[in-house]
């Protein structure tokens, strides 16, 4: 397996755009300077086709990053329309000519300016391909600050203002610091100070809940369900606040101007502040930490994948594009759904741990009632390496063995579940009880169920005794994004 070596940003905000986005939409998803082959006929390097790409499932991010200076010595009237074309304008031109390349010529992106080494992940079909263009415009926060009397300094979101009107005075829909639909003739572009870039990156901290976030902006900004708000906190804080249904996210500013029986909504100032110190939030938060187990399991993964190092079991190559698909079905959990799936794998190590048994397995199931999709299921099993004899192969076989074993329940699983579509499968060492220390990870389909596939998978699970109904306990939770306070009120 080849290394994945990505590019790191070529100046201080790209590096640290792409921090944010390594901790959000995890490093195997995340591409930062990628290139196309334009120029190299002609004996120079690739065109940079974006500062950062993204791609996850069927969502393609691609973020313009600018750092434009305030110009000095002129009216706040001339310095914003200088700055607006030259961060603004010129963030949706890259953004653009990047869906046209992506378009037209998807097998032609590069991680390096040699255009040596393509693009890892497969662009999704155009059928099902989404596309989110994100323009981060820094330079204007002092400035902004200063005119609106020591605020936070984020720009205000004003929907009614349509492409160059952002830089026409004249224009009666004019307000300098205020972005509105900057590309009303294309796809919705979004705009991101850095005060928004970090507000949004911390609370929408999954590839699922930031492009649920930016379906749901784009829609109250191009369909006008929003008036104005005073900054990206305010539409953050109510779109927080209004997404327990999550079918309704979409519109969630729509059906509040239904409640109130108004055309549009108008954002107060203090919306986010007030819900970052209510106790909710703080449960919340609180909730939200075991969900980083998940994080960090798929991370142990990825850096394998990213450094070439995963280890062949069954004797096929280890390649990335085989490892993709199940990672990026774990990837792509909400944070509510990782908190599930962290505190039931969490468990089922301490429990693996206190009993101290050969093998151990617990099936995960989302409800579907509630968040993730109810046609997955997950199985973590671990194994202990015997402790009573020596392998003839060793650490080796003992993964072999592993691995046919956890294929062996995501056999029966679907099995069992004919409603399920696919299953995820991860096994690892017992706690205390190994001579290594490894993950196995695989994902399954299947989609025909032949009386000879069926008679196999019988055959496999009782000559294991793997899901035996006796012992099986069927355990089903359904997380809420904000818990209820305890029944003590504390």
């Not at 999704?124 to 989404?130: G, S, V, W």
Request: proline share 6%; hydrophobic share 35%; charged share 30%.
């Amino acid at each position: 397996m080849d290394k994945i070596i990505r590019g790191s940003g070529f100046t201080a905000s790209e590096r640290y755009l792409g921090q944010l986005s390594d901790n959000t939409f995890l490093k195997l998803w995340t591409y930062p300077n990628t290139f196309s082959d334009r120029k190299i006929e002609q004996g120079g390097d690739g065109k940079e086709i974006c500062d950062l790409l993204v791609v996850c499932g069927d969502d393609v991010i691609v973020f313009s990053d600018k750092s434009i200076e305030w110009p000095k010595g002129a009216s706040v009237e001339l310095s914003w329309s200088r700055w607006y074309r030259r961060a603004v304008k010129n963030s949706v031109d890259q953004i653009r000519g990047a869906e046209r390349w992506l378009r037209d010529y998807p097998e032609r992106v590069f991680l390096d300016s040699k255009c040596t080494r393509p693009l890892p992940a497969k662009l999704p079909p155009a059928d099902r391909r989404r596309i989110h263009g994100i323009a981060i415009v820094r330079g204007a926060h002092e400035a902004c600050s200063r005119f609106f009397n020591g605020d936070e300094g984020s720009l205000t979101i004003l929907p009614r203002l349509k492409g160059d009107a952002h830089m026409d005075t004249a224009d009666p829909e004019w307000h300098p610091f205020a972005v509105g639909d900057v590309n009303p003739d294309g796809s919705f572009v979004h705009v991101f100070d850095e005060t928004a870039l970090d507000r949004v990156m911390l609370e929408m901290d999954t590839i699922t809940d930031f492009v649920g976030y930016l379906l749901a902006r784009a829609s109250a900004i191009r369909n006008e369900d929003l008036a104005v708000s005073p900054g990206e906190s305010e539409l953050l804080a109510y779109y927080m606040m209004n997404n327990a249904i999550p079918e309704d996210r979409c519109h969630f500013l729509r059906a509040l101007a239904d409640t109130t029986e108004m055309d549009q909504v108008a954002l107060c100032p203090g919306a986010y502040e007030d819900l970052v110190e209510s106790s909710a939030y703080k449960r919340k938060r609180q909730a939200d930490v075991t969900s980083y187990v998940w994080d960090e399991l798929i991370t142990e993964f990825v850096k394998h994948v990213m450094a070439g190092s995963s280890v062949s079991v069954w004797g096929e190559e280890p390649l990335a594009s085989k490892a993709e698909p199940a990672l990026r079905i774990m990837a792509q959990e909400s944070r509510l759904s990782r908190r599930a799936l962290g505190e039931a794998l969490a468990g089922m190590l301490r429990e693996a741990a206190d009993r101290q048994e050969l093998r151990f397995a617990r099936v995960v199931m989302h409800c579907n009632d509630g968040p993730g999709d109810p046609e997955l299921a997950y199985v973590f099993m671990t194994l202990a390496y015997p402790d009573d004899f020596e392998l003839a192969d060793g650490y080796h076989q003992y993964r072999k063995v592993r691995m046919s074993m956890l294929e062996t329940y995501c056999d029966a699983v679907l099995y069992d579940n004919r409603s399920l579509k696919r299953v995820v499968g991860i096994a690892m060492d017992t706690p205390g009880r190994h001579r290594g220390a490894s993950e196995d990870l695989l994902a399954l389909e299947i989609n025909n169920w032949s009386p000879e596939l069926e008679g196999y998978v019988v055959r496999r699970r009782d000559f294991h005794e793997v899901l035996v109904p006796s012992r099986t306990v069927h355990r089903h939770k359904k997380g809420s994004e904000y818990p209820p306070p305890p029944p003590n009120g504390r």
